[in-house]
């Protein structure tokens, strides 16, 4: 079945840690999203891809990185830069950015401890 | 500026009864408008996607949205709610960004 895993599923981080969350996908889409959710706020843009070795910076980048050396792959890497980054991320695809429909994956939940 | 406004972050019905999100958007060119639906700890799924054409836009699970733009408005409905619709809300705008902007999202509780 075609679709987009995101994994874990629950990841714990002790302050200062990096951690690299996945996500990857078999559409075949060219464009990846990561976003970040809390409550009350709705999702909020991190980055995004329109295409392999390409990604730009979304409303909320700083404190993440991210790559894509692959069309299938997106990965984003929370760093200790990131002051309060519990939070449920959520990862996305569309088969090129703009008005195409965007699917998520499953989203995985960080928590700082 | 482009922006999407729900209205309401929570709303509570009885099982059986109409069921009417609100969403009001902003936009400077023709948008693309999107309902989502997240149930806890899930990802995001696609209900329904207007584009151009027709205003009434049809989704799954029985639920349905009316582009107006007069009003600037994509509220979504369902004649009769049942208690699995009980999930956290999303409307959503495409527009001349590129980037998808998404609404506050609103929580639908639904009473036995």
């Known amino acids: 079945d075609g679709g987009i895993t995101q994994s874990p599923k629950y990841l714990f981080r002790k302050e200062g840690q990096n951690v690299t969350l996945s996500c990857e996908q078999n559409l075949n889409h060219d464009a990846m999203y990561w976003y970040r959710q809390d409550p009350g706020q709705g999702l909020r843009l991190i980055y995004y891809?329109?295409?392999?070795?390409?990604?730009q910076k979304g409303d909320i980048a700083e404190g993440y990185s991210v790559s894509r050396e692959k069309k299938e792959s997106f990965p984003l890497t929370v760093t200790s830069a990131q002051k309060n980054p519990t939070a449920f991320y959520l990862c996305?695809?569309?088969?090129?950015?703009?008005?195409?429909?965007?699917?998520f994956g499953p989203g995985t939940r960080l928590t700082v401890l | 500026a482009q922006s999407v406004t729900q209205l309401g972050s929570h709303v509570s019905v009885s099982e059986g009864a109409l069921v009417l999100l609100r969403c009001n958007y902003s936009?400077?060119?023709?948008?693309?408008l999107f309902w989502y639906v997240q149930y806890p700890n899930q990802g995001l799924q696609l209900l329904l996607k207007?584009?151009?054409?027709?205003?009434l836009v049809k989704g799954i699970n029985g639920f349905e949205a009316e582009f107006k733009k007069s009003e600037t408005s994509f509220h979504l409905t369902k004649p009769s709610a049942h208690m699995s619709d009980a999930a956290e809300y999303f409307c959503?705008?495409?527009?001349?960004?590129?980037?998808?902007?998404f609404g506050q999202g609103t929580t639908l509780q639904v009473k036995p």
């Open positions: 959503a705008l495409s527009g001349n960004t590129g980037k998808l902007i």
């Open positions: 936009s400077s060119v023709p948008p693309y």
């Open positions: 207007y584009t151009t054409g027709a205003t």
């Open positions: 891809s329109q295409i392999v070795n390409d990604f």
């Open positions: 996305a695809s569309s088969t090129r950015q703009g008005t195409d429909t965007q699917y």
